[in-house]
């Protein structure tokens, strides 16, 4: 069994700079995409941002210039470091990996998500 979980959500004002950190855990042989998406209420579930294991990131057009994503692949674990972050982006975030298990069974796994407010 896979698990991801993050951390580092919270309210935040207009403005701020959380970070995001999720930790994957489990038997894990190896994790190529790992990547971040967000819901707002109401809304539907949206990219924010992913990489692979050599380090090769995609940033949604809403987010690039603000957000960065990186990954420690000795520790499975991908971090989202958000700026400059408004109101309207608002939602949970959650985290994602493309997970090989030692069994060699291929699972795509979600965490439970966290919850960002910003504030005005």
């Known amino acids: 069994q896979v698990q991801l979980v993050e951390s580092g959500g919270g309210l935040v004002q207009a403005g701020g700079s959380p970070r995001l950190s999720c930790a994957a855990s489990g038997s894990i042989f190896s994790i190529n995409v790992m990547g971040w998406y967000r819901q707002a209420p109401g809304n539907q579930r949206e990219l924010v941002a992913t990489?692979?294991?050599?380090?090769?990131?995609v940033h949604a057009d809403s987010v690039k210039g603000r957000f960065t994503i990186s990954r420690d692949n000795a520790k499975n674990t991908v971090s989202l470091q958000m700026n400059s972050l408004k109101p309207e982006e608002t939602a949970v975030y959650y985290c994602?990996?493309?997970?090989?298990?030692?069994?060699?069974?291929?699972?795509?796994?979600w965490g439970q998500g966290t919850q960002v407010t910003v504030s005005s």
């Open positions: 990489i692979t294991s050599d380090g090769s990131a």
């Open positions: 994602n990996g493309d997970v090989r298990t030692k069994s060699r069974v291929y699972l795509n796994v």
